[in-house]
Nanobody, 127 residues
Framework: VQLQASGGGLVQAGGSLRLSCEVS????????VGWFRQAPGKEREGIIC????????YSISSVKGRFTISRDSAKNTVYLHMTGLKPEDTATYHC?????????????????????WGQGTLVTVSS
């Protein structure tokens, strides 16, 4: 199982980026997917997730209305669409996944839920 995150880079405040997380070794269908970030000197935090069926999402208040998550089952890929970027969004972004069992219409952003993690991709937002 591998998760490969990409798409990070340097962007000016107010700009947009789309991160991709390509999954290999298993199908994303029926698995929750989440995005996390870790800023320098801070703990990793979950920011957004998508339920196993892709019908429900959850995001933390600091990114709500600016970040969205989507998945392409045909490509076995999950995306993080980021708009209105702020300097405080600067961090290394990681994707992760877990199997929720029967909870197919919900998702969580606690680190302990997630079984598989990708390496991070760095997003730097300049002011």
């Amino acid at each position: 199982v591998q998760l490969q995150a990409s798409g990070g880079g340097l962007v000016q405040a107010g700009g947009s980026l789309r991160l991709s997380c390509e999954v290999s070794g298993f199908t994303l269908d029926n698995n929750v997917v989440g995005w996390f970030r870790q800023a320098p000197g801070k703990e990793r935090e979950g920011i957004i997730c998508s339920s196993a069926r892709g019908t429900k999402t959850y995001s933390i208040s600091s990114v709500k209305g600016r970040f969205t998550i989507s998945r392409d089952s045909a490509k076995n890929t999950v995306y993080l669409h980021m708009t209105g970027l702020k300097p405080e969004d600067t961090a290394t972004y990681h994707c992760a996944t877990y199997y929720p069992g029967r909870e197919v219409e919900a998702c969580g952003i606690s680190n302990r839920l997630y079984d598989y993690w990708g390496q991070g991709t760095l997003v730097t937002v300049s002011s």
